[in-house]
């Protein structure tokens, strides 16, 4: 069975700090697509990334980045020079492919302070 | 346009009521989902349609009915619904079946049972 865990409930950092939100999942295909959403109090979930398993290039999109590991069955996000903006529930989540349903970790709430 | 409408934004019904959510995508999408989300948890499935078609029932129970009249609209009828039925529902679209591709959501609807 599909797992995804953010072990991190809350984060609480100072405006310009740099953080890190992790996610360890645990599947036994081979064929996989991990996400982030992340979900503002306005209440929309709003996607970030898709990541295939075959990809394990990191990616940045400007202060956004992701760190996949396959060996170590982590996809960790980090937000460069946090802005009180960036204060919302960051989810990660996993499908096995088609058909199949996805599954969300149980959140990080990160809290930026001015 | 990557647009997920969701109407209405709040709805407060009684036990004994019977409402609609409303859910509208015009990006091509051909799977739609219905979410449920309670406080400080992550988002559960409820259901999928694919080509219009329900391809995943999570065991919902009866007082939820869903409809999708067209590839665009996506409805989910409530009738007799519990307290503990109070949640943000959500409905997103992706441009197929989960895993390859990433599902765009609405802002949602804030469902109160009294």
């Known amino acids: 069975a599909q797992k995804v865990t953010q072990a991190q409930t809350e984060i609480s950092v100072v405006e310009k700090e740099d953080v890190t939100l992790d996610c360890v999942y645990e599947?036994?295909?081979?064929?996989?697509?991990l996400f982030w959403y992340k979900q503002p109090p306005s209440g929309e979930l709003v996607f970030l990334i898709r990541?295939?398993?075959?990809?394990?290039q990191n990616e940045i999109s400007g202060r956004y980045s992701w760190n996949f590991q396959k060996s170590t069955s982590s996809f960790n996000f980090t937000i460069t020079a946090s802005q009180v903006v960036d204060s919302a529930v960051y989810f990660c989540a996993l499908s096995e492919g088609r058909n199949t349903p996805l599954v969300f970790g149980k959140g990080t709430r990160l809290s930026v302070i001015a | 346009d990557t647009e997920v409408t969701q109407t209405p934004k709040h709805l407060v019904m009684g036990m004994t009521n019977k409402k609609s959510l409303k859910c509208e995508q015009h990006m091509g999408h051909r799977a739609m989902y219905w979410y449920k989300q309670k406080a400080k948890k992550p988002p559960e499935l409820m259901f999928v349609y694919s080509y219009e078609k329900l391809s995943i029932n999570e065991s919902v129970p009866s007082r939820f009915s869903p409809e999708c009249p067209n590839s665009s609209l996506l409805n989910l009828h409530l009738h007799a619904l519990q307290p503990e039925d109070s949640a943000l529902y959500l409905c997103a679209s992706s441009q197929d079946h989960w895993g390859s591709t990433e599902a765009f959501f609405g802002q949602g609807t804030r469902l109160t049972v009294v």
């Open positions: 599947t036994r295909d081979t064929t996989y697509y």
């Open positions: 990541r295939n398993s075959f990809d394990e």
